[in-house]
């Protein structure tokens, strides 16, 4: 039962990845995982580990997905 349970929720986070990669901005077909994190509010490492286990599909204008994260910021949102 739990593990129904627990493909019920992958495959939802699936979708809400598949939707928010519609809405996120592309630059030059690359999406940020933190514009992705910021539409979904899903824990960064649980979007990178979909991403890369559940078979997100791309809308065609996305080429990939970056997973870089920048350094922390400071205080005053200085690094």
Do not use: C, F
Not at 36 to 42: G, R, S
Not at 45 to 64: F, K, S, T
Request: no cysteine.
């Amino acid at each position: 039962m739990a593990e129904q349970e627990d493909r019920q929720l992958r495959e939802g986070y699936v979708r809400a990845l598949e939707r928010a990669l519609e809405a996120a901005p592309a630059r030059n077909g690359v999406v940020s995982i933190r514009d992705l994190w910021l539409e979904t509010a899903l824990p960064l490492d649980l979007i990178e580990e979909i991403l890369r286990d559940d078979g997100v599909r791309l809308p065609p204008h996305v080429v990939r997905v970056d997973v870089k994260r920048e350094g922390k910021k400071g205080k005053h949102g200085r690094k």
